[in-house]
């Protein structure tokens, strides 16, 4: 049981350059988010999926795509990635009818 | 808009002293409350919550919270700092509106030898 795994960890690209972070959860968890945490700033929520099928905004959307492939799998995809993404992005899920999340390790990125 | 604020971006105890992290929310409705710990170069992890019921919460590895509805604060505290203990804490809320997490900003422990 590997709980919420992320890839890859670290990933360096060039401004404009773009790239797919993935998730993935074993805990049958309907719920799946997608956060970037900055020094202090907390986690701020990218996008969510509330169920297999659904994506929505959340609080720093812009710059950012999500596809939810299946019920195991959330993508986040930076389609022309600029300096201020760089962050470290954390995914996490919860189980249908809970709010306490479950966190991935995290993806480092920085965007030169 | 809702918050979270958590006062002190690093708080600095010595090893067996009494940890207190402080955590005040804002909410319209009875909240749903979270501490995570992160430790370095690692995802949060849940500590412990509060949902209803008892208001004095105990969680992992020592750790416990109380709600206070009429400070609307959830401090968390541990009685004797260990240095296993170093990490960065985060206190969050359930959203009146969309039920998503709102986070505090967190606070880094500093154990001191």
């Known amino acids: 049981n590997a709980g919420v795994t992320q890839t890859p960890k670290f990933q360096v690209l060039k401004t404009g350059q773009s790239m797919t972070l993935q998730c993935a959860q074993d805990m049958n968890h309907n719920s799946m988010y997608w956060y970037r945490q900055d020094p202090g700033m907390g986690l701020r929520l990218i996008y969510y999926?509330?169920?297999?099928?659904?994506?929505d905004k959340g609080e720093v959307p812009n710059g950012y795509n999500v596809s939810r492939l299946n019920k195991r799998e959330f993508s986040l995809r930076l389609e022309s990635a600029a300096p201020s993404q760089t962050s470290v992005y954390f995914c996490?899920?919860?189980?249908?009818?809970?709010?306490?999340?479950?966190f991935g390790p995290g993806t480092r990125l920085t965007v030169t | 808009a809702q918050s979270v604020t958590q006062l002190g971006s690093h708080v600095s105890v010595s090893e067996g002293a009494l940890v207190l992290l402080r955590c005040n929310y804002s909410s319209s409705v009875p909240p749903y409350l979270f501490w995570y710990v992160q430790y370095p170069n690692q995802g949060l992890q849940l500590l412990l919550k509060?949902?209803?019921?008892a208001t004095l919460v105990k969680g992992i590895n020592g750790f416990e919270a109380e709600f206070k509805k009429s400070e609307t604060s959830f401090h968390l505290t541990k009685p004797s700092a260990h240095m296993s203990d170093a990490a960065e804490y985060f206190c969050?809320?359930?959203?009146?509106?969309?039920?998503?997490?709102?986070w505090g900003a967190g606070t880094k422990l500093i154990i001191k030898p």
């Open positions: 999926s509330a169920s297999e099928g659904t994506t």
């Open positions: 969050a809320v359930i959203s009146d509106s969309n039920y998503q997490l709102i």
């Open positions: 996490a899920s919860t189980r249908q009818g809970a709010y306490e999340q479950y």
């Open positions: 509060y949902t209803t019921g």
